[in-house]
Structures are given as C-alpha cells and as structure tokens.
C-alpha cells in the first residue's frame, strides 16, 4: 500500500514538474519574468496534488515562497554559483565543527546533504528562468565536489529525492535556509545542514 501511495507521489510530482516547465518556458517566451501573479494558477494546482504526502506538500509550499521572494530580490546568474559555494562552504564547516566529515560518511548521509545543497540551488536559481540549466548543473559540481561524488551517483541521488520524506524534508530546508542566507547572511539553525542530518538520520 505504502509502495502505490510512493509511486502516485513520484507520478503527481513528475507531471506537476513537466507543467511547470512548460509553463516556465512559456512565460519566458511571451514577456519578462516581473510578476508574481503568472505562477498562480500553477501554485493552485501544486497546493492541490499530492494532499496525501505531507512532506511533498509542504515542500512544494517552501519552493513556491521563495519564488515570490525571489522575484523581488534579483542578481546576477552568475553570482548565484557563487553564493552557492559560499553557502556550502560554511555549512560544510558548520558540520565538521560537530565532528562530522561529509566526504568520509555513508552514501545514506551523502544523499540527505545531496537534498539539501539541491534545494538551496534551486531556491537561490528560482527567478532566473533563462539561466537556471546552467546554474543548476554548476550546483550540480559545486555538490560532487563538496561531497566528493561520482556522477551516476549523483544522477540516482537526485532521481530518488521524491521518494522519502526525510529527502525531501533535507531539500525543503536547504531551500527555506538558502532563502533566509540570501537575505540576511545568516541560516537558523533549525534550517542548518547539520540540523536536517541530525533530524533525518541515526549519528
């Protein structure tokens, strides 16, 4: 029963990204990224799947606020692989303070801290609709080479992050502390990687 109600989630979430696509690549088309109100309908139809699925909900919630926010605070494409690597750079220290070396751990571990780097990637990206490809595949490096992680590792850590709720419980705090980072310099530490490790897995 939990493998039907995975494999719906997995579906709903797959066909909700394809629209959003489509919609993303339509709207880019037919006039510049400036208002909020072009992601509505798409915010109904994502706040209405997938009810059952508690954690794909509420990070599908996450990502859809930081679009809004994201639509007033605008820079560079460029600078956003930047301000990746910054940002993973000081929770990988935040982690290594705790006694924890990510490079060293466990495939389980890397893949949480996967979800996590991915979902601050796609939060600092969101308004960039031209250049988020490139941005997300520079985060995509900037991840194998924080975690030291192959590539078909990597491609089955991020196919697999719909299919658990402490994945997507990683990614939706790499999102929301991203977006806190981008705004203040500084992540709550309830937001902080080695919180959403700590939360999701037995150290």
């Given amino acids: 029963m939990t493998g039907l109600i995975v494999s719906g989630v997995e579906i709903s ?39 059952s699925f508690p954690a794909a909900e509420a990070t599908r919630d996450a990502y859809q606020r930081v679009a809004v926010g994201q639509t007033r605070n605008r820079v560079r494409a460029n600078d956003l692989v930047t301000q990746l690597h910054i940002f993973s750079s000081i929770q990988l220290t935040d982690v290594r303070h705790h006694g924890l070396t990510l490079r060293d751990a466990a495939p389980t571990l890397k893949s949480l801290a996967v979800a996590y780097f991915y979902g601050a990637a796609c939060g600092l990206a969101f308004g ?76």
């Fill in 128 to 203: 960039h609709v031209k250049e988020r490809e490139k941005i997300l595949e520079a985060a995509i490096k900037v991840i194998q080479h924080a975690l030291d992680i192959g590539d078909i590792v990597i491609e089955q850590m991020l196919s697999d992050l719909t299919t658990s709720s402490s994945l997507l419980h990683c990614y939706r705090n790499g999102l929301e502390g991203a977006e806190h980072w981008q705004e203040r310099r500084f992540v709550p530490e309830t937001q902080s990687l080695y919180a959403s490790l700590t939360a999701n897995a037995l150290l």
């Fill in 13 to 51: 979430l797959a066909v909700l990204l394809a629209l959003m696509a489509y919609r993303m690549y339509t709207l880019a088309r037919l006039r510049p990224f400036r208002s909020t109100s072009a992601f509505t309908p798409a915010s109904v139809e994502l706040a209405s799947a997938g009810a």
